[in-house]
């Protein structure tokens, strides 16, 4: 079997929704019959089913964590909040029937994404600062997240979103 035969084409309403710099990089089905459907990894982002024929897109800069366990492909992306901090969505599971290349691919885009991190520890456990490189665009976003079982307190939110101010003005010294 070639190379070109075992190439899985997105589907139709999926490529209208690609920019015309977006490229496909991988494709990965969910199973067979009428609830299957695909993860599709772009240059510059992931695409999750999100129903019929739709998809939820999560930039690589967005996600936090992704995990291949099992078949089972984990993503859990973050919302940003005004004062820096990322805080964790549910983890979206999707179990892959014919995996393909995915899984190395958001590896490989998700470690690509991050310029820096830094380990900060607070009172109440570790937290990290992090900087990301946001695909198409240039320069990174600095954000704070804390670490799975470290607890969100007022005071070590404080302490973490000085510390990520203190970080971004250090970083932006550097460029002048």
Do not use: C, H
């Not at 179990?95 to 991190?117: K, Y």
């Not at 990301?132 to 320069?139: S, Y």
């Not at 079982?149 to 302490?159: F, K, L, Q, S, V």
């Amino acid at each position: 079997m070639g190379l070109l035969s075992r190439w899985v084409r997105p589907p139709s309403e999926f490529r209208k929704l690609l920019g015309a710099t977006d490229r496909v990089l991988a494709i990965a089905d969910t199973g067979a019959g009428p609830d299957s459907a695909v993860v599709i990894a772009t240059q510059y982002a992931l695409w999750l089913p999100n129903g019929m024929a739709s998809w939820q897109r999560v930039g690589w800069n967005e996600i936090v964590k992704a995990t291949w366990t099992d078949g089972i492909l984990e993503v859990t992306d973050g919302v940003l909040g005004s004062d820096g901090i990322v805080e964790d969505r549910v983890p979206a599971r999707f179990p892959l029937a014919a995996p393909r290349n995915l899984p190395s691919v958001v590896r490989t885009r998700v470690e690509a994404s991050i310029a820096r991190s830094e380990l900060v520890n607070l009172p109440a456990g570790p937290a990290r600062i992090v900087a990301r490189r946001v695909p198409g665009v240039d320069g990174v976003t600095w954000t704070a997240r804390f670490d799975s079982g470290t607890p969100d307190n007022p005071a070590d939110r404080a302490t973490l979103v000085a510390y990520l101010a203190r970080v971004e003005e250090a970083a932006s010294q550097q460029l002048t």
